[in-house]
């Protein structure tokens, strides 16, 4: 694009304006009228990245100049305090939303547009919680300000550097609520919770050996084995031996709800059961008693594993 009106200019971002730009979006002073006091946190060469890889079928940065250099031009815009809807045309599409200070949570999300990013434990520190995928969408929880925004990822929260991975808007309404949901359902705990419930609908089907259908009779690795696949879609081997191998052996102080618990003597394995929380298990145990739900320790496991991590 490139408009040009008397003295009024409207052209495409270029290479040649990326080190301005870094020093204005950089400057709080400049961009507390689009929501960022502290400035984005970028630099010249991550805004030369993003123009160079927008297009007219995505989007543009435009720089917007009036009969004198565009830095003097934008200068006099702050000290009349203009530069806010100007800017908000000038600045990269992961800002135009800008939250600001006292925004509220649930009011906005960040769609990550890079092709992979980050989302770290801490804001200051480098420990990696999880890496998002393009189109990957969280829920907002603060602007940190820096170009950082706290977000809920899954069942806790993570901190997710914004300039040139995401775009922030505001909600549509209803959006927030999917998109809680979706974390929700992907978290770990909601998978355990969902594999328990699953698994205690059989409570009192028939013990069977050698059976894997808890509702025509199954034994105690079936019963493990039929719940995973049709609980979670996860394959487990068909024997207790074999699913003692499976996952990462915990200590009982670990045990969460869908862990797998294994019985024997020394170190021969001849049961499993899964635990449900509350110090209970849910297990195929005989013929007599079919599956129930008993103490953990009502014997002593020789081991524990977690396949869900």
Known sequence: MNIKYNQLCIRNAEKKDCEQ????????????????PNGLGTSAAEIEKQIADDSDETRRRLIIEYGMRMHNFFGKLVRTGLVCGILMTAVPMTSMAAIGPGFKTGTYIATITAESVNINKTKDGEDVLTTAKAGSVFEVLEDLGNGWMKIRVND????????????VEEAEAGEIEQVQKEAIESSNSYKRQQLVSYALQFVGGPYRYGGSDPHTGTDCSGFTRYVYQHGLGISLSR????QASQGTAISASQMQPGDLLFYGSGKSIN??????GDGKIVHASTEATGIKVSNWNYKNPVKIVSVLG
């Open 21 to 36: 730009l870094a020093v204005w979006w950089n400057d709080g002073t400049v961009m507390a009228h689009a929501g960022f």
């Open 156 to 167: 806790t929260e993570g901190y997710l550097p914004v300039s040139g991975n995401a775009e």
């Open 239 to 242: 024997s207790s031996g074999s």
């Open 271 to 276: 049961h499993v059961a899964m635990y449900i």
